[in-house]
């Protein structure tokens, strides 16, 4: 077995390339024999890829499916409650009156389960910044704040839509 420490980084690859065919004949990155800065970080470069891909992909399921269940339930209440603002509006309730209603009653469906799930991933990324030994504050920081604005969005189409409905028949 032998170690060689190599200071320049920027050509380790072609270093560590030229030893291993060398000594064992052939690059390959999973050497059970092998062992280079340059392939080290190319295998954690693939299978942290790899874990960001499937954290998004599952991350986004989760963000459509949420807010999809939160929008489709609210709409329904909104064909459903059609009636009551039909007597609010007879009582002489305004289109803004009405908008501000619709969003202090849908608020609570869209800020609970963000708080719980902004906590939650705070919880998670504190455990996993201390097992990583890596600061994870301003990437949490950025997606959280994505997630915050899209979140948003959802908001604003559900209380839209929940208007439309309310104040289709309306005079």
């Given amino acids: 077995m032998a170690m060689y420490d190599v200071t320049e980084v920027d050509?380790?690859?072609n270093l560590g390339n030229k030893i291993q065919v060398?000594?064992?004949?052939?690059?390959n990155i999973w050497s059970p024999t092998?062992?280079?800065y340059y392939s080290n970080y190319h295998m954690v470069s693939i299978l942290m890829g790899t874990i960001l891909f499937i954290g998004i992909f599952i991350g986004l399921v989760f963000f459509l499916a949420t807010g999809s269940v939160i929008y489709f339930k609210q709409v329904t209440d909104a064909y459903l409650e059609q009636n009551q603002f039909t007597t609010l509006f007879k009582l002489g309730l305004t289109k803004r009156e009405l908008r501000g209603i619709i969003s202090r009653q849908i608020a609570p469906m869209f800020v609970i389960p963000l708080l719980l799930g902004i906590s939650h991933s705070i919880f998670a990324m504190i455990g996993l910044a201390r097992n990583?030994?890596?600061s994870l504050q301003m990437p949490v920081?950025?997606?959280t704040s994505i997630y915050c604005v899209f979140y948003g969005l959802y908001y604003?189409?559900?209380v839209n839509?929940?208007?439309n409905i309310v104040t289709r028949y309306q005079p």
């Avoid at 060398?22 to 690059?27: H, T």
């Fill in 141 to 143: 920081i950025i997606v």
């Fill in 156 to 158: 604003w189409i559900c």
């Fill in 11 to 13: 050509h380790s690859e």
């Fill in 22 to 27: 060398a000594a064992e004949g052939k690059v």
């Fill in 34 to 36: 092998f062992s280079s």
């Fill in 161 to 163: 839509s929940y208007t």
């Fill in 132 to 134: 990583l030994e890596y």
